[in-house]
């Protein structure tokens, strides 16, 4: 593999580990529930678009699947239970005899920071695959050429590989001085996001394209937003504002510097379907199978979405501020949680919000 295949070495900020209080597998409900808003979708394409029949061959009758970006569960196996059986369940409707069912394998990836005892600890026991962990960043080649046949990505894609340099840089006109992400900041910090985006997606599509055969499926399921409307408007944006405030009651009470808090940005990203189809289209791999935009409503309270969010953020904030700030970071959001119940029940937050994307490698 060359090194123009792999992105600089990635920053990563993996989910909370384990399966405590404020752990990513106690707290992804609104992941599980948004992939599985989107299952019916899934075994459709598998059933109509997915021909695994040129898959296996007279030495191979194995199916490789991957989740890219997989966390610790248990929403992965969710995931690759439903769409292994959406496989079995084609085979059956061409029918296949049981032996000729072929045998699958699930790589499960993550950074390498992720907590991966967690995944392989809790593996379902009556899972009928051979279960397999790739470390790594997805923005870089993974897999060997030609062997994956379908590719899953939920909610992960969102981020971004760094934060972008300029954000930090005093003298750009991307400095982020005030805020912490894009989505209300000024439109050259928005500019800036998008290109880093931009670029993300060029590796990752140009890995994938040489680990997918010919034929093969991905399934990408992400955060985004319609083309015409102003990011200034997302749910994420409004969600991130309001934990900004509470970073500035900090800087208030002196826990934490003003310098500390400009410098802190999070790299995560909403694309629009326009964004998704140029980088596809740039490509040139791939037929867009199908791409929508979905409203999938944040349905829970304000306090089980603060937790929800720590689950994403903590390693970030605590790899920036110290896990103490962590803690009285969101002691803080939960006493100001009444506050924030009305823009989590805005109409903006039931906005078409999840990208849906299949595409096939051509
Ligand atoms: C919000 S979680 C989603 C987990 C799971 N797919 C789900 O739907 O519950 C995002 C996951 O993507 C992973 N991730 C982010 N960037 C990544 C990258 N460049 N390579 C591999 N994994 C990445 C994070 O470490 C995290 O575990």
Redesign the pocket.
């Known amino acids: 593999m060359s090194n123009t295949e792999t992105a600089a070495r990635?920053e990563?900020?993996?989910?909370t580990g384990g399966g405590g209080t404020y752990s990513?597998s106690s707290n992804?409900i609104y992941?599980?529930e948004?992939?599985n808003f989107v299952k019916e979708l899934i075994d459709e394409e598998i059933a109509t678009k997915l021909d695994m029949k040129c898959f296996t061959t007279s030495t191979s009758n194995t199916l490789r699947v991957a989740?890219?970006?997989?966390?610790?569960g248990p929403?992965?196996f969710i995931?690759m239970q439903n769409i292994l059986q959406a496989m079995k369940n084609k085979y059956h409707s061409q029918g296949s005899l049981p032996s000729e069912m072929p045998e699958f394998q699930v790589f499960f990836?993550?950074?390498a920071s992720?907590d991966f005892n967690t995944v392989f600890t809790s593996l379902p026991p009556d899972s009928q695959y051979f279960a397999a962990g790739v470390p790594?960043?997805?923005?870089g080649r993974l897999f060997p050429e030609s062997s994956l046949h379908f590719v899953y990505?939920?909610?992960?894609?969102?981020?971004l590989?760094k934060v972008p340099e300029e954000l930090l840089d005093q003298n750009s006109p991307a400095w982020n001085k005030e805020k912490f992400h894009y989505t209300t900041a000024k439109e050259e910090v928005a500019n800036v996001y998008a290109a880093q985006f931009a670029k993300d997606m060029e590796i990752f599509l140009g890995a994938r394209a040489k680990e997918m055969v010919v034929g093969a499926m991905m399934v990408v399921?992400i955060m985004g937003f319609p083309d015409d409307i102003h990011h200034s408007k997302l749910f994420l944006g409004q969600s991130y504002d309001f934990l900004s405030s509470c970073l500035m009651d900090l800087v208030n009470m002196g826990l934490v510097s003003e310098a500390e808090a400009d410098s802190f940005n999070i790299p995560v990203y909403g694309p629009s379907p326009k964004e998704m189809a140029s980088v596809v289209e740039k490509n040139g791999c791939f037929s867009t199978e199908r791409m929508q935009l979905n409203d999938y409503t944040y349905k829970y309270d304000a306090q089980t979405f603060l937790k929800h969010q720590r689950a994403?953020l903590e390693s970030i904030l605590t790899k920036h501020f110290g896990s103490e700030i962590v803690d009285q970071l969101y002691q803080r959001a939960s006493q100001r949680s009444a506050e924030f119940s009305s823009v989590l029940h805005s109409s903006d937050a039931a906005m078409k919000n999840q990208l849906f994307l299949v595409l096939k490698r051509k």
């Open positions: 990635p990563s900020y993996p989910m990513y992804s992941q599980k948004a992939a989740d890219l970006g997989c966390s610790t929403n992965t995931a990836n993550d950074h992720n790594g960043s997805f923005y990505s939920s909610y992960a894609m969102n981020w590989s399921i994403t």
